[in-house]
C-alpha cells in the first residue's frame, strides 16, 4: 500500500499550463509504478500518463501527448505531471494511482493505492 497526496490544481485559461505533484509514502521498501488519471462529470476515469519504478519508461493517453510530460524523482517519492498547452477537455479531477510493479499499466483496475485527487479547470 502506498499512500498519496496529490496537489497543484486550480484554474487556468485554456492554453496555459499547470502542473501536479503527487507525493508517495510507504511504510516499508515497495517498488511501485505511477499513474495519472482523470475523471470529468459524467464520464469513466481515464488514463493520462503513466510511469515506471526507475523512471525509463512513460505512456501517455493520445489525447495528451506533445502537451503533458510525466517524470518521477524516486528519491523524494514524487511524481509530477507538467500539463501545457490545456484545452477545456482537460477539465476533470485528476488522480495520482500507484501499482505494485515495475511498469505502468492504463488500466485503471491494475492500481492498488490513489490518492484524493486535485481539481483542474480550464476556462474556454
Known amino acids: 500500500q502506498v499512500q498519496l497526496v496529490e496537489s497543484g490544481g486550480g484554474l487556468v485559461q485554456a492554453g496555459g499550463s499547470l502542473r501536479l505533484s503527487c507525493v508517495a509514502s510507504v511504510r516499508t521498501f515497495t517498488t511501485y509504478a505511477l499513474g495519472w488519471f482523470r475523471q470529468a462529470p459524467g464520464k469513466e476515469r481515464e488514463f493520462v500518463a503513466g510511469i515506471s519504478w526507475s523512471g525509463s519508461e512513460t505512456y501517455y493517453a493520445d489525447s495528451v501527448k506533445g502537451r503533458f510530460t510525466i517524470s518521477r524523482t524516486i528519491a523524494k517519492n514524487t511524481a509530477y505531471l507538467q500539463m501545457n498547452s490545456l484545452k477545456s477537455e482537460d477539465t476533470a479531477v485528476y488522480y495520482c494511482?500507484?501499482?505494485?510493479?515495475?511498469?505502468?499499466?492504463?488500466?485503471?483496475?491494475?492500481?492498488?493505492?490513489w490518492g484524493q485527487g486535485t481539481q483542474v479547470t480550464v476556462s474556454s
Open positions: 494511482a500507484a501499482r505494485g510493479g515495475v511498469r505502468p499499466l492504463e488500466n485503471k483496475h491494475e492500481y492498488d493505492s
